[in-house]
Structures are given as structure tokens and as C-alpha cells.
């Protein structure tokens, strides 16, 4: 909106100049978010204190520590997250462009999928929230339009193309089976970054990490120059989802601010499901599908962990790890919530370098 109203001054006043570049409105996106997050985030927190009173239910299989350490937080905290990363992309991004509204109609279509499971989770008082079959439905239906969407308004000669890793003439065109596969990227990532969301702090930074890994390569695909010289596939308008992406980094630091151990709130589903799906929505758009498995490396073991775990226990009646998602398997084994976050975050960033790092193997 600010693109637009103040770049069209740019001729009688030289500072408006500044509104074209990506790298000026990416910070701006940055700081609006975060002073959001800040200005309304107690109001917030007390709102939600108020109705949800005795907070997120509390699984009674987890850690005997959560039941002291965690009874009473309220949950439903990515509402403070989706406030301030729509505000923030509204004011600073091109509203012209369809990639900015196809962001934000998977952000908040499974923002709201989510809202709706932490809802009953906490009127009901128990952890079961919506059933996974209807979850699945609901997300699916948001993935397609999204899916389809994206393909429409891409260059044609690469909407249907998966670009791979370490390659550069390698780009494999999906025909019709593209627009499934995008689904499940979308949802994949969606329930791999909720299914992560368990301990204070565990999320929201590797989620900032990922968002900021996508943030350069979005702008690096959207510049013609960088792509060509990078022998990456060049998605035209791509370069505006850095916007977002800074507003989501801005957003994520206001909400760590209160997510620090010992929280004040929970991201819950609200924000887990939203930002994961960002996510995997964004790495689509910039055809960099495969290259999210490296820099949501984490999210995709958490994953993983719980798939094996079931698997596991249906086919040979035996656990593999002593809980899962594997967060829990550390914690059971007698690593402390903050040792678990912190080198969790670690293995996070390293794998965003090594994600990073795919930009110029090729």
C-alpha cells in the first residue's frame, strides 16, 4: 500500500525512492511487525488469558515437567503473529502482485484451520482439537486453490518444473502431477512445523531461520541477473515475497519476546500450521521444493520421528524412541527444555547454511 501511495511521489520528493527497492521495504516490513508485535502483544496475551483460563491443555503422556512448568499458558498466540505479518505485508508489499495474495491466502486460510483446532482443544479441554481427517480436508482445499493459482499466473515455460538441487540443467516438468505435489510440499510443511511446536522458543526460531533463508532466495529468483548467473530458474515478481517473509521474521522475533522460556503464550496450531505452510508455499512459488527439505531439515525429523514411531508400534507393538515428536525422546532421556531448544536451533541453522549453500553448487 506504502509502494504504491508514496513510490507515485517519488518525482516531487527524492526520499520516496527509496519504496522501489525490495531491500527498503523488507526492512520496513521488518520493523512495522515487530513494534505491532510489541505495541499489542500483552493486550494479546491478556485477552486470551481471560477466555481460554486454564489455558492449552496438556498432553498427560508428555514430560511430568510440563504439567508444573506449562499448566496455564494460553495457547492461540499465532493471532498475535498474523496480526502483525498481514498488517505489515499489506502496508509494504505490492498488492498488485499474485504472489503476495496467494501467500496470504495460505497463511491465513491454515492460520484459521488451525484457530479452529486450538478452539476446540481449549473448550473442550482435551488435546484432540479438530478431527485429522477433516484438518486434512480443510487444508487440502486451501493447498489446491493455491496450487492452481501459482501455476496460472507463472511463466509457463517453468509453472510445471521441478528445479533440483546441485543441478542447473536439470529441471523435470511434472505435467499435471505438479499441482498435487505442491499440495503436499504446502501441508507437508504445515504439519511438519506444528508437529515441532512443543517446547518454548523450538519453533518460532528455526521457523525464523527458514522464513530468512527463503526471504534471499526469493529475492535472488525474482532478480533476472542473480538467477541467470546462478543458473537457478528466474520467477518473475518472486522478489516480493521478501517482503513477507521480513514481516514474518519481525513478527516471530516480537512473539519470542513472550515465548521465551517460561513462555507467557503458546504459538499453537494458529501459528504452527499458518508459517509452515508459508513456508512450503514460498519455496514452491520459487521453485526451491526440494532445497526446503535441507533448510526445514529439522522440521522434516520431527516429522519423521512420529511417522516411525507409529509405524513402529502398529507393526512390532515396540516404541523406537521413548516419545515422540523426538523432542520429547531428548527430554525423556534427561536433557533439559533449554538444552533440547538451543541445540535444536543449532542443527536449524546449520542446515539453512547448507540450504543456502545449494544457490551456488550447481
Not at 15 to 30: D, H, P, Q, V
Not at 49 to 64: C, H, M, T, V, Y
Request: with cysteine; hydrophobic share 55%.
Amino acid at each position: 500500500m506504502l509502494y504504491h501511495i508514496l513510490y507515485s511521489l517519488a518525482d516531487s520528493v527524492q526520499f520516496f525512492n527509496l519504496f522501489k527497492y525490495l531491500t527498503f521495504r523488507s526492512g520496513g516490513a521488518l520493523i512495522t511487525s515487530l513494534v505491532i508485535s510489541f505495541v499489542f502483544g500483552p493486550n494479546i496475551i491478556m485477552w486470551l488469558r481471560s477466555k481460554q483460563g486454564k489455558g492449552q491443555p496438556i498432553r498427560e503422556d508428555g514430560p511430568a515437567s510440563h504439567v508444573l512448568t506449562k499448566q496455564g499458558t494460553p495457547t492461540m498466540g499465532g493471532v498475535m503473529i498474523l496480526l502483525s505479518v498481514t498488517i505489515s505485508t499489506l502496508l509494504w508489499a505490492d498488492i498488485t502482485n499474485d504472489y503476495i495474495w496467494i501467500i496470504l491466502l495460505v497463511t491465513l486460510g491454515f492460520g484459521l484451520v488451525g484457530f479452529l483446532d486450538d478452539f476446540l482443544k481449549v473448550s473442550k479441554r482435551n488435546t484432540k482439537g479438530l478431527r485429522g481427517k477433516l484438518k486434512l480436508i480443510m487444508q487440502s482445499g486451501i493447498a489446491f486453490a493455491a496450487s492452481y493459482w501459482i501455476v496460472q499466473v507463472s511463466d509457463p515455460n517453468i509453472a510445471t518444473v521441478l528445479s533440483v538441487p546441485f543441478f542447473k540443467d536439470f529441471l523435470p516438468d511434472l505435467g499435471w502431477f505438479y499441482i498435487p505435489f505442491a499440495m503436499i510440499v504446502m501441508i507437508g510443511a504445515s504439519n511438519a512445523v506444528n508437529l515441532t511446536d512443543g517446547l518454548d522458543g523450538l519453533a518460532i526460531v528455526p521457523i525464523m531461520m527458514a522464513t530468512a533463508s527463503f526471504a534471499i532466495i526469493a529475492y535472488v529468483v525474482g532478480n533476472a541477473i542473480f538467477s541467470d548467473y546462478l543458473h537457478i530458474p528466474y520467477v518473475e515478481g518472486s522478489g516480493e515475497l521478501a517482503v513477507f517473509s521480513a514481516a514474518l521474521i519481525g513478527a516471530g522475533l516480537g512473539f519470542l519476546w513472550y515465548n521465551a522460556p517460561p513462555a507467557m503464550i503458546f504459538m499453537g496450531d494458529t501459528g504452527s500450521l499458518a508459517f509452515g505452510g508459508s513456508i512450503g508455499t514460498i519455496a514452491v512459488i520459487v521453485k526451491h521444493e526440494l532445497v526446503l527439505v535441507i533448510i526445514g531439515g529439522l522440521f522434516v525429523l520431527e516429522a519423521v520421528s512420529v511417522i516411525v514411531q507409529v509405524a513402529s508400534f502398529k507393526m512390532t507393538g515396540k516404541r523406537v524412541f521413548k516419545m515422540a515428536p523426538i523432542h520429547h525422546h531428548f527430554e525423556k532421556l534427561g536433557w533439559s527444555e533449554p538444552t533440547v531448544v538451543i541445540r535444536f536451533w543449532i542443527i536449524a541453522c546449520v542446515l539453512a547454511l547448507i540450504g543456502l549453500s545449494t544457490l551456488k553448487i550447481r
